[in-house]
């Protein structure tokens, strides 16, 4: 049974992180008992599971939605990776950098620019690839478990995904990362935090009214939390 449930719960995640099932979508038991040919007493465990890590909410005779995207909890995980990534990356430059360690960043950001390239791009693949450029840095200054802390936070994770399927805003993305790759080429600290603000905060400016249109039922937010966000943000890219 815990195997099995294990298989639920890592399915039903994947899906849910992805956006194959959407922000408050149904999940019916009944669906995934059939889907996995299985009791009730193990989709319910694996739905536990779901719940404790924040993506499902099971209400009593109402059954299971997925939870909505926290745009409050966005904007604070952005504030964290942008004070704890820019000291990471400041660190990076310090310890001057080889020609060969420099060399498999650009591979990676060459990676990035052949495939948003290609005639359409896999969001999932640029995803992964994107991801592999900041855990670079992350893992070279043995902060891979703060690097799994970020990773782990699905809310974050969802939002990220919305905004590469939404707006597709890959070019920017890459041209970001091009700038990050110079400045620490070029042993310019002074240039990361502006850089990387932006960079992070780029995916709220991208999607913009999409929150409150096309996706806002898969949000939840409140108006005086974001307008304090959106003011910090402003001012810290013009530091």
Not at 13 to 41: M, Q
Not at 70 to 79: D, E, G
Not at 118 to 128: A, G, L, M, P, S
Request: with cysteine; hydrophobic share 40%.
């Amino acid at each position: 049974m815990a195997d099995v449930c294990t298989t639920i719960f890592d399915v039903l995640k994947k899906e849910i992180a992805s956006l194959a099932i959407a922000p408050g979508a149904k999940i019916g038991e009944a669906d995934v008992c059939e889907r996995f040919s299985v009791t009730r007493p193990v989709v319910r465990a694996a739905f536990q599971r779901l719940q404790d890590v924040g993506l499902i909410e099971v209400v009593p005779y109402k059954g299971a939605r997925t939870t909505l995207i926290s745009l409050s909890s966005v904007h604070q995980m952005i504030h964290l990776r942008t004070a704890v990534e820019s000291w990471i990356i400041r660190d990076f430059i310090a310890t001057d950098p080889s020609p060969l360690v420099l060399e498999e960043l650009e591979h990676i950001l060459r990676m990035q620019q052949l495939h948003i390239r290609t005639e359409q791009v896999d969001e999932k693949e640029f995803f992964r690839l994107d991801s592999a450029m900041h855990q670079f840095w992350y893992d070279r200054m043995h902060c891979d478990q703060i690097w799994n802390l970020i990773q782990n936070d699905l809310n974050y994770e969802r939002f990220r995904m919305l905004d590469f399927v939404g707006t597709l805003g890959y070019q920017d993305i890459v041209a970001d990362h091009g700038r990050l790759l110079d400045a620490i080429r070029d042993h310019k600290s002074d240039r990361v935090v502006p850089i990387l603000a932006t960079h992070l905060n780029a995916g709220l400016a991208r999607m913009g009214d999409l929150i409150r249109e096309d996706y806002k039922e898969y949000f939840t937010f409140d108006e005086q939390e974001n307008a304090y966000w959106v003011e910090y943000s402003r001012k810290l890219k013009l530091q």
